[in-house]
T-cell receptor, first 111, second 122 residues
Framework: EDQVTQSPEALRLQEGESSSLNCSYT??????LFWYRQDPGKGPEFLFT???AGEEKEKERLKATLTKKESFLHITAPKPEDSATYLC????????????FGKGTKLSVKP | GAVVSQHPSWVICKSGTSVKIECRSL??????MFWYRQFPKQSLMLMAT?????????EQGVEKDKFLINHASLTLSTLTVTSAHPEDSSFYIC??????????????????FGDGTRLSIL
């Protein structure tokens, strides 16, 4: 059964304090690992897609990496506006294109 | 690009009422749309996959007669919660993939999400 586990559940950082969020996954044939950002009361906003181990993608202060078992979302020198819940999801070969989501990591960045 | 509009954003209604939620892809066509439900501090749970011109595929445990899905065009899917009860109160979110980009580039295009509908049944 495809499964996604994110850690930690919540993370509090000071502005400028870099850290990483973890996403561990088990999937039958990875077709893509997706990172989304979700603000309260809003739908998820797409950030990155990673397809194969060793791949990295960057966007502003965020950098996503992928191994065969997990993905990391690195946040460098975060700002308060980076506060949100970050969701990780996978799509396997057995799916119709639907995503399996983790529960997310709620990030709070204090000024 | 890749904007998904969901309407309404917030509904409060009495128990027994049926509620319709619309999901539109504004600048792309989507043969497939997805409906999720999200409870507080929980992950998005897929309810059903909506296929244009055919029947929706429901996940295990989701009642087909309770959650009616219609995907009549390449840009619109609707979810109707029939005879809603307080336990149906939740945050409902739809998503869609650009099927043309899927065919041209890869089958791993991301899903783009609407802003969700907060449903509260009294």
């Amino acid at each position: 059964e495809d499964q996604v586990t994110q850690s930690p559940e919540a993370l509090r950082l000071q502005e400028g304090e870099s850290s990483s969020l973890n996403c561990s996954y088990t999937v039958s044939g990875l077709r893509g690992l997706f990172w989304y950002r979700q603000d309260p009361g809003k739908g998820p906003e797409f950030l990155f897609t990673l397809y194969s181990a060793g791949e990295e993608k960057e966007k502003e202060r965020l950098k996503a990496t992928l191994t065969k078992k997990e993905s990391f979302l690195h946040i460098t020198a975060p700002k308060p506006e980076d506060s949100a819940t970050y969701l990780c999801a996978v799509r396997g070969t057995g799916s119709q294109g639907n995503l399996i989501f983790g529960k997310g990591t709620k990030l709070s960045v204090k000024p | 690009g890749a904007v998904v509009s969901q309407h309404p954003s917030w509904v409060i209604c009495k128990s027994g009422t049926s509620v319709k939620i619309e999901c539109r892809s504004l600048d792309f066509q989507a043969t497939t749309m997805f409906w999720y439900r999200q409870f507080p501090k929980q992950s998005l749970m897929l309810m059903a996959t909506s296929n244009e011109g055919s029947k929706a595929t429901y996940e295990q445990g989701v009642e087909k007669d309770k959650f009616l899905i219609n995907h009549a065009s390449l840009t619109l899917s609707t979810l109707t919660v029939t005879s809603a009860h307080p336990e149906d109160s939740s945050f409902y979110i739809c998503s869609a993939r650009d099927h043309l980009r899927d065919r041209v580039f890869s089958s791993n295009q991301p899903q783009h999400f609407g802003d969700g509908t907060r449903l509260s049944i009294l």
